[in-house]
């Protein structure tokens, strides 16, 4: 399949690499949509977005797409679903996941930072961080709900309302 890869600081380069599969907990998506963000302009210039992006690795993590295959574990999705994907995948074990600030997560690990991302035809995801969405919203739409969580998340923090 065909990926623009980030090869070194400063390098993009679109090779072809293998097209994954989905481990028992996965779910491999066909890319519809992949945001570009400021967090891949900063793992561009070899800085740390929400966690260190070693190259080699397929950026991309704001995504849309469609479930190509599952695997054995996964219930929430099948194949031909619509779906997006939050990126973050928080352990669940460390202090922080364990006392509800997961966005503190030792052990962070994020689709397109840590691991292949939808810079490419294919990606996998933990199953527990795809969602399906409704055939009304368009997968171009859907690939901006990680941005657009980000600002929510915001305004519900500082408690902000419209009058």
Wanted: proline share 7%; glycine share 8%.
């Amino acid at each position: 399949m065909q990926a623009l890869v980030l090869t070194a600081t400063k390098k993009l380069e679109e090779k072809e690499v293998p097209t994954p599969e989905a481990k028992d907990d996965e779910v491999l998506i066909h890319t519809a949509y992949a945001g570009i963000c400021g967090t891949d302009r900063e793992l561009y210039n070899g800085l740390p977005g929400s966690a260190q992006a070693n190259p080699p690795i397929i950026l991309g993590h704001e995504n849309s797409g469609i479930v190509k295959a599952i695997g054995k574990n996964v219930t929430n999705v099948k194949p031909g679903d619509r779906v997006t994907v939050d990126p973050n995948i928080y352990c669940g074990q460390c202090y922080y996941c364990r006392t509800s600030r997961p966005e503190l997560c030792e052990n962070l690990s994020a689709v397109g930072v840590t691991r292949d991302g939808g810079f490419a035809e294919y990606f996998t995801a933990p199953a527990k961080v795809v969602y399906p969405i409704s055939d009304n919203l368009s997968l171009k739409a859907a690939a901006v709900t990680e941005p657009l969580s980000c600002a929510m998340h915001g305004a519900n923090l500082l408690k902000l309302h419209p009058y």
